[in-house]
């Protein structure tokens, strides 16, 4: 089930199970989407990414969906498994090379 | 594919020391690259953006004589943070995109942990 904690919202999921994790942007403009996945004590790690003029991408294992008209992007894992557990985020590219502008982020919880 | 290395990975020092961290893109040119905290459980907070060979551009709310950024070459961007205190503990990325434009993906360092006494 989805929990909200002090500062981060947690998913937990059983292994083998399809997880989904959402993200609403802030900005109708943004062109380009990224979700990003955060180990304990490490750097954000690229996942998969969309650009503005996509709705559907998919990756090995991951699909990301883009709903413009809500401001919307979801994650999806398919077959979750204990080394998906970590922390992920969205990011959208506001304009340009600008910097990313990340989510609030979400752990996922991988139950054995 | 591109690889932007952080070092240190750790630094534990005393209230007004001076700490340097480094960002490297190992493997692109980057004129820009972006540093960014993180506190516990929270989210990455843009600082700073990093422009080689002119002056840094910084955030609302963050002191550019606290957290001094140089940016001398294309693939080495520095960080100092100045006479550090304990309310500066934190998780400090670094990011930088390859070139190619803005729909490419930025990528990041893996962080130093800053821990002042």
């Known amino acids: 089930g989805e929990s909200v904690g002090l500062h981060l919202p947690t998913l937990s999921v059983q292994e083998g199970d399809n997880s989904i994790i959402n993200c609403a942007y802030s900005?109708?403009?943004?062109?380009?989407f990224i979700w990003y996945k955060q180990e304990s004590g490490k750097g954000p790690q690229f996942i998969i990414d969309?650009?503005?003029?996509?709705d559907k991408r998919q990756g090995q294992r991951v699909t990301v969906l883009l709903n413009k008209t809500v401001k919307h992007l979801s994650l999806q894992i398919a077959a979750t498994q204990p080394g998906d557990s970590a922390v992920y985020f969205c990011a959208e590219n506001l304009a340009g090379n600008t910097p990313l502008v990340f989510g609030k982020g979400t752990r996922l919880s991988v139950i054995a | 594919g591109a690889v932007v290395s952080q070092h240190p990975s750790r630094v534990i020092c005393k209230s007004g020391t001076s700490v340097k961290i480094e960002c490297r893109s190992l493997?692109?040119?980057?004129?820009?690259m972006f540093w960014y905290r993180q506190f516990p459980k929270q989210s990455l907070m843009l600082m700073a953006t990093s422009n080689e060979g002119s002056k840094a551009t910084y955030e609302q709310g963050v002191e550019k004589d606290k957290f001094l950024i140089n940016h001398a070459s294309l693939t080495l961007s520095t960080l100092t943070v100045t006479s550090a205190h304990p309310e500066d503990s934190s998780f400090y990325i670094c990011s930088a995109r390859p070139p190619g434009g803005f729909d490419q993906p930025q990528h990041f360092g893996d962080g130093t942990r800053l821990s002042i006494l």
């Open positions: 900005n109708s403009a943004s062109d380009y």
């Open positions: 969309i650009r503005s003029n996509m």
């Open positions: 493997d692109f040119q980057a004129t820009t």
